[in-house]
């Protein structure tokens, strides 16, 4: 998704809301023999963030500047780093998650690098923890979210998990993101992968479209534009009041807002969500490998990961880091969700998005 680069917009890729990027300021100092520049690579999506002081405080402590380079949506960025890894762009890669992860492992992205601190970060996120070629950054639940005042105005209780979105009460009601174009539509199609298992979720999805399910392109389509939840979808007359989104939308509705509501006005099916988490990696051929791993070291640091969440709007990963209070009042994270082994992904992707395709779209 993307509404515009310096606007407050919600999800590129996973990352669930961009805003201005960031990057240290002077040029890039040639590389020593022993890969120690002064300056070291970030590639992201669109969706990196950080507050400036933040930032200003890793550089003067760490002595290197930080380049942001941006490659459009979490797809686009690992299939390019992937295509460039002999001669990478970067240093450090921010932004392949547990849905992409095999396809970077698998094609050699990242060298192994242990980051100072990891013993901090949550056992359940370590999704390479034997060979530490990618360190866990932050996680975040995609869910549908639903339209509090629409189900308030039909007397309508809103659906509680998928099981629900199936029945009749919730006919034309819902609108989801292609899963083989959008971050959130992929990660929707797996969460039903794992909640119905290979015999299952083709014959979910049947029923779904028979209800009425509705698809469109990307995020930025379903949340703004077709979503009567939205700040978005309340200018555009909206009609659909479900839309698959992420956890962190509601908290978002609220800050954004101008005057601020007292409540959310939107809500979250807890029982619909599908966990993603996100990595970071030392990019194999690293010209600097050693800013490279100050970088990760700081991804993972306690001043990072609070800072991270109002930024990105996801949550941090090191265990003891704050959540602010707008996340745990307006959004907080799924209490049991879906999730599926990467290996299992990897395995699977390609031909449960192609065989969507041809049952939803066709």
């Known amino acids: 998704m993307s509404i515009t680069k310096k606007a407050t917009v919600f999800a590129v890729g996973f990352g669930l809301v961009a805003l201005p990027a960031l990057s240290g300021c002077g040029s890039s ?6 890969g120690d520049s002064k300056t070291v690579t970030l590639v992201s999506h669109n969706s990196w963030a950080v507050s400036k002081s933040v930032l200003a405080a890793f550089e003067k402590e760490s002595g290197y500047q930080v380049k942001v380079l941006e490659d459009g949506d979490a797809g686009q960025a ?12 970067g240093d450090v890669f921010f932004g392949v998650d547990n849905t992409l992860l095999s396809r970077a492992l698998d094609n050699g992205l990242f060298q192994p690098y242990e980051a100072k601190g990891l013993g901090s970060v949550g056992e359940q996120y370590q999704l390479d923890a034997d060979k530490h070629r990618v360190t ?3 996680y975040g639940d995609i869910c549908v979210n639903y339209d509090k005042a629409y189900f308030s105005e039909h007397e309508l209780a809103p659906p509680a998990s998928l099981d629900d979105l199936i029945k009749p009460a919730y006919k034309n009601l819902l609108v989801t993101e292609n899963a083989s174009t959008s971050s959130p539509g992929l990660g929707f199609l797996l969460g039903t992968a794992a909640k119905y298992g290979d015999s299952g979720w083709e014959g979910y999805w049947t029923k779904l479209k028979a209800n009425g399910v509705k698809v469109v392109d990307g995020w930025e389509q379903a949340y703004n534009e077709e979503f009567s939840g939205s700040a978005g979808g309340k200018k555009a007359k909206a009609d659909r009041p479900l839309v698959v989104s992420y956890a962190s939308s ?24 599908f966990r993603q988490v996100e990595f970071a990696g030392l990019l194999s051929n690293a010209a600097n490998s050693k800013g490279g791993k100050a970088l990760i070291d700081f991804l993972i640091s306690k001043k990072f990961q609070e800072d991270m969440p109002l930024n990105m709007f996801v949550y941090p990963v090191v265990e003891g880091a704050a959540v602010p209070a707008e996340f745990t009042k307006y959004g907080p994270a799924a209490k049991d969700p879906e999730t599926l082994d990467p290996a299992k992904i990897a395995a699977n992707r390609d031909q449960w998005v192609k065989s969507w395709t041809s049952l939803v779209l066709k």
């Open 78 to 89: 690992v299939n390019k780093a992937i295509l460039t890894k002999d001669n990478p762009q």
């Open 136 to 138: 866990p950054v932050d």
């Open 250 to 273: 509601p908290p978002a509705e609220v800050i954004y807002a101008d005057p601020k509501p007292t409540t959310a006005p939107t809500g979250v099916a807890d029982g619909t969500c």
């Open 29 to 34: 100092d040639s590389d020593s023999a022993g």
